[in-house]
């Protein structure tokens, strides 16, 4: 059963390391995802699953300890899913060498775990299609949400992308309104608000967090979780929302 849930955003600039010189601009966005993570562990959860938006390679399941790199981002540095808090991972070179890469969304799920120390429960990674039916991310939350008394979910992914002209999928004013109804799904944890983002529309404003927050929603069925958004800002033109649900 699902007992708790953290949404984060998965931009990588949100490990300053590569943000560089403009990391204080996403401090606020890293409080709030910390504040999330901090209230799945007061949940004393079994098991956490990590989900996010990921390439064709990197879809399914990812065991504890797999690795993800920075180094495509231009930054010598790598993160380890369910690493313990002895790790300094704002200095760690990256290991080619390891398992199946993690898709960036769940390295940037693993890099906030590791600030956080996270020791609470074991862990495994889930990369998501982006382009899969709410029906089959629905299915596969309730999946999540069955294998264990006590279920987490760190949910990774971004809003539109389209909110500014210098967004990555430039200007397109339905973005607004988009990451509006997804803010207000995710801030009072409504699923079936969340089930009924448009897959199209999302694909066209290049929102990589709708199947992961409709996989949330289906594992969040009949668990009556209360949420609340901590944080909701378009830098760089793409949407960023930080939620708990518990």
């Known amino acids: 059963m699902l007992v708790a849930a953290a949404v984060c955003p998965c931009p990588p600039l949100l490990v300053p390391a ?14 709030a995802c910390a504040d999330a993570v901090g209230l799945l562990a007061a949940a004393r959860p079994d098991r956490l699953y990590v989900i996010g938006p990921a390439p064709e390679g990197a879809r399914g399941a990812h065991p504890a300890g797999a690795v993800g790199s920075f180094a495509g981002f231009g930054v010598d540095l790598s993160v380890r899913l369910g690493e313990g808090p002895a790790v300094d991972h ?23 775990l590791g600030r956080a120390g996270w020791a609470d429960a074991p862990i495994e990674g889930l990369g998501v299609d982006e ?23 760190l949910v990774m992914g971004d809003g ?11 200007l397109d004013e339905r973005a607004e309104g988009f990451d509006a109804a ?3 799904a995710l801030g009072t944890a409504d699923g079936a608000a969340l089930l009924a983002l ?20 289906g594992a969040a069925d009949g668990a009556g979780l209360d949420g609340r958004l901590l944080f909701e800002d378009a830098p760089y033109g793409v949407g960023y929302f930080v939620a708990a649900w518990s």
Request: aromatic share 4%; hydrophobic share 45%.
């Open 90 to 112: 704002d200095a760690r070179p990256a290991d080619a060498d390891d398992e199946r890469s993690l898709p960036t969304s769940l390295a940037v799920g693993a890099w906030l």
């Open 198 to 217: 448009d897959t199209e529309l999302a694909y066209e404003l290049k929102a990589a967090g709708r199947a992961p927050w409709q996989v949330l929603a």
């Open 131 to 153: 382009t899969a039916t709410p029906d089959v991310c629905a299915g596969l939350g309730r999946e999540l949400a069955a294998s264990a008394e006590r279920v987490a979910l």
């Open 160 to 170: 539109s992308a389209c909110r500014t002209v210098k967004a990555p999928g430039y």
């Open 18 to 31: 590569i943000a560089t010189g403009a990391a204080p601009e996403l401090d606020a966005a890293r409080a």
């Open 182 to 184: 997804a803010a207000r």
